[in-house]
Structure formats: C-alpha cells, structure tokens
C-alpha cells in the first residue's frame, strides 16, 4: 500500500480539464502519490452539465471506474446501481461532483481557472527536435484566474479539456457560411434543451436543425414533441450526406438507448405528414440574422438548386473540434483528417474500420498510441479523438490507465482491476 501511494511521489502532475476524464486521470495521479493540480475554466464536469438534460446512452456502470467507486464509497457515499440509466445532471450529482471533494481530489481543482496555454520551461517549439533534451525541463502552464495571469510549472501534463466548447462551423463543407462569423452568437451549436428550459424559444417556431448525427437526433425527436404540443411548430432537418434515414442504425447496437433514439429519429423523418421535414444532401452557404424580425435568412443548397428560407431559429448540432491553441508551443503531431493526435489517431482508424464503425467494439489502442513527440504531455478524453465523435467515457477510463502505464513504466499497473481493490487505502486517509 505505501509502495503504491508513493509510486509518482514528488512528480508533478497538471490536468486541464476538471470533466468525467480529467476527474478519473487527477484520481489516478493522486492515488499514486503526484501532486496533482487541475484547471478548470468553468465549474467541475461544464461541459456534462451543459447538455445535462440528455439521457446517457450508456448505462452508470460504463461511465465510471473501480477506482471512483472505491474513492467514493471509503468518503462514504452510495452509488447508482450500474444498470441505472441517467443524465448527465443525474450522472454529475451522483458520481463526478461528488467525486471531486473526497479526499484525494479536495483542495486540487482549481475551478475558474483557464489553462492558456502550456510551453516547455525555456525551450521554443523547435528546439530538441527528437533527441530526447525537452524532458530536462519542465512545463511552463500560463494560467488566468480571477488573481490574474500567472506561471505555474508541471513534469506532466494531462489535456483532458475536451471539445465541446469548439462546435464546428455550419456552413456546406465545415467553411463558415456567409455571415454565420456574425450570425453566430445568435445560433445554438449545442443540443440544447428545446423542450425543457429553452421551451419558450422554439415551441411554435419555425427551427432549422443542422447535423447527422446522435445530438442531432436528439434534438430533432424534442422538436418534434413539441411540435405535437402545439402545432404552429416547423422542423425543417438538414443532413449532409443523401441517403436513406438521417441516422445509418448501428447493426445489433449494444446500447439500446442509442437503438431507440436512432429508430424515433428516422421514423419521424420518414413521415411526411409530420410536423419535421428531413432534407437529405443539403448545406447552408448563406445566414443573416435578422434583429427585428428575430428571424434568419438562410441559404440553403441541394443537388437541385439553392432556395432561401426564413425560420426563426437555428440549430447546429454539427460537431466539435480541439483547440489546439493549448499545445501549439510544444512538438504534438496533429492527424491531418481527424485532428486528434497522430499516433492515436492512426490507431483510432484501423480500429475503428475493424469494428465496423461501432465504437463500442472499438478495443483499447495500447499505451503506445498515447505518446508524443513531445515526451509527457498526452492528449486524453474526448480531445483525443479530435473531431471523431465516437469516443465513450470506457475508452477514456482506458486511456487513463494506459498513460499511467507509460508515466511510471509498469506496464502491469492497473488500479481499475478488480484485484486493485486492495491497494487503494490511503496511508493518510
Ligand atoms: C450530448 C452528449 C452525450 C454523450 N453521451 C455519452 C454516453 O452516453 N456515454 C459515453 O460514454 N459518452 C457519451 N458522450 C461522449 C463523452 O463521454 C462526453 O463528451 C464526455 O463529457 C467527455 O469527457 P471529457 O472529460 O473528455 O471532456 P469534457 O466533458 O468536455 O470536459 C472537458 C473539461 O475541460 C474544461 N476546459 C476546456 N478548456 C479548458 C482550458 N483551456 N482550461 C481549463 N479547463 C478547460 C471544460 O470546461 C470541461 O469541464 C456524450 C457526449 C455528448 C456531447
């Protein structure tokens, strides 16, 4: 036991990023004796929070660790049964806020705290290119909070801070359409809570949904609940690529929540009857907000010609991407395609080819995926994967316990083995 909380002792190790991953990597650091600091520039688990109102599709038991548990259950908290199905506020409240005050995290999140950006002590980009020198120095993190801007200092660095906070443009071909720069603070990116708090915003409107994918789906089946509830509500939903239904079901979908969202979003667009319109193979090339109509102009093209809607909101559930402002100082291989980090996201692609798009069948891709070229910064969470959208919180516990792996070279260590139930008693807790 003393062995094991000692293991990184006297290393310094930052998160940025206080999400479900940040949460898990800052754990696993402290249980093994680093001293652990997380920034985050919001409040604990923002981005969970944000779209809180949806239901996982995955069950409680996938979307937390042994060694949570273990942690939460020594500070004397009760769980959720693993096959309860939650929200993400439901899934906040019961594991990840909690998580954050027992014992080992207490005192090392640092919320409103933006990392900026992080640099290599007195290194530039350049220097030391693959001769091993970086790792003589450690890492400069620029830090804002409320205080003002300071240098805090790491020997690892952990970039847990997702991609939700940079949705992707909506325009045809991910190029910004014309006016949306201006347009912009005026549309929603984020599958937001049509039918719950913003209900006042969109019940007899007429909404404009962009996107093909699983929050867009979830946006479209609340729409058009409220459309049946008062029937001057218009869904007019644009996918970009012309096929069948908007949503290609997964075969034999282990996750039956996702199977049923995928099913009522398809059916609705089949029905031409309804009160939503799926238009498949479309982009928008234009968008003007209008203030005194509360309205858009949109531009919207297909195969056939470009026609000019009015409606009187617009919905872009049409990805994220990293930020890579953060690390722009330090020598990390983007993947050109996915943007994730090089390495990961090679391997991302060949296994995710091999599971025939379901990532739930998508296996661990090893530690070796994880590395850089710059030695101990690793890209984890939702941001590994850049602007994939397949991640799940079971690849990121994964990846924890793989980068723990190349941080302290034991290729055996693994605190989310049911055997490593043992280890986790504190020496001083
Ligand atoms: C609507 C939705 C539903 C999902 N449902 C599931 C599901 O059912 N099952 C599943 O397995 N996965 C699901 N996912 C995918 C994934 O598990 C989540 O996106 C998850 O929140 C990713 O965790 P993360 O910690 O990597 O990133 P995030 O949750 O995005 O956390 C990143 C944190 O970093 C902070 N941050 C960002 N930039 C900085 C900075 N510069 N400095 C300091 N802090 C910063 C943010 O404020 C945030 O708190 C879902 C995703 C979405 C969007």
């Not at 693959?130 to 804002?144: E, K, N, T, Y």
């Not at 007899?204 to 509830?229: F, I, M, N």
């Not at 979003?265 to 203030?291: C, F, K, M, R, Y």
Request: proline share 6%; with cysteine.
């Amino acid at each position: 036991m003393q062995t094991l909380h000692h293991i990184l002792a006297g290393r310094r190790v930052a998160v940025i990023g206080a999400g479900p991953i940040g949460l898990e990597a800052a754990l696993y650091a402290a249980t093994l004796g680093a001293s652990v600091r997380v920034y985050e520039r919001g409040t604990i688990a923002a981005s969970v929070g944000d779209w809180g109102h949806i239901p996982l599709f995955t069950a409680f038991g996938l979307n937390h660790t042994v060694l949570g548990r273990r942690t939460l259950e020594a500070a004397g908290r009760s769980l959720p049964d693993d096959d309860a199905a939650l929200t993400g506020e439901q899934w906040r409240a019961a594991y990840l806020l909690p998580l954050a005050v027992t014992p080992p995290l207490e005192g090392s999140i640092l919320e409103g705290s933006p990392l900026v950006t992080v640099g290599r002590g007195e290194l530039l980009k350049g220097d030391h290119i693959g001769d091993g020198g970086r790792s003589s120095q450690p890492f400069r993190l620029l830090v804002r909070s409320p205080a003002g801007e300071r240098y805090d200092e790491a020997d690892v660095v952990l970039d847990c801070s997702g991609t939700y906070m940079n949705p992707n443009w909506l325009g045809l071909g991910g190029v910004p359409a014309l006016g949306e720069a201006a347009a912009r603070p005026h549309i929603d990116y984020h599958p937001i809570d049509v039918a719950g708090t913003e209900r006042g915003r969109f019940v007899g409107r007429r909404v404009l949904l962009v996107g093909g994918g699983y929050s867009a789906a979830t946006t479209a089946v609340a729409l058009a609940g409220l459309a049946l509830e008062d029937a001057r509500t218009e869904v007019l939903w644009v996918t970009r690529v012309p096929r069948e239904v908007p949503i290609t079901p997964i075969e034999a979908d282990a996750l039956p929540r996702r199977a049923e969202l995928a099913a009522a979003a398809n059916l609705l667009a089949s029905d031409p009857a309804g009160q939503l319109t799926w238009l498949a193979g479309g982009g928008i090339t234009a968008i003007e907000w209008l203030p005194d109509a509360d309205a858009f102009e949109v531009d919207l093209q297909t195969a056939a010609a470009t026609k000019r809607v009015t409606v009187d909101r617009v919905i872009a559930n049409v990805g994220y991407e990293p930020d890579d402002a953060l690390y722009r100082g330090l020598q990390i291989h983007e993947c050109y395609a996915s943007r994730g980090p090089m390495k990961l996201a090679a391997a991302l692609l060949s296994a995710t080819a091999a599971a025939g798009g379901d990532c739930m069948k998508v296996g661990g891709l090893g530690p070796e995926a994880l590395a850089n070229p710059e030695p101990d910064f690793f890209i984890l969470g939702a941001k590994s994967y850049g602007r994939n959208s397949l991640f799940l919180l079971g690849n990121g516990h994964e990846q924890v316990r793989d980068v723990f792996r190349l941080i302290t070279g034991d290729r055996e260590l693994d605190l989310y083995a049911a055997a490593g139930e043992a280890l986790l008693a504190y020496p001083d807790g």
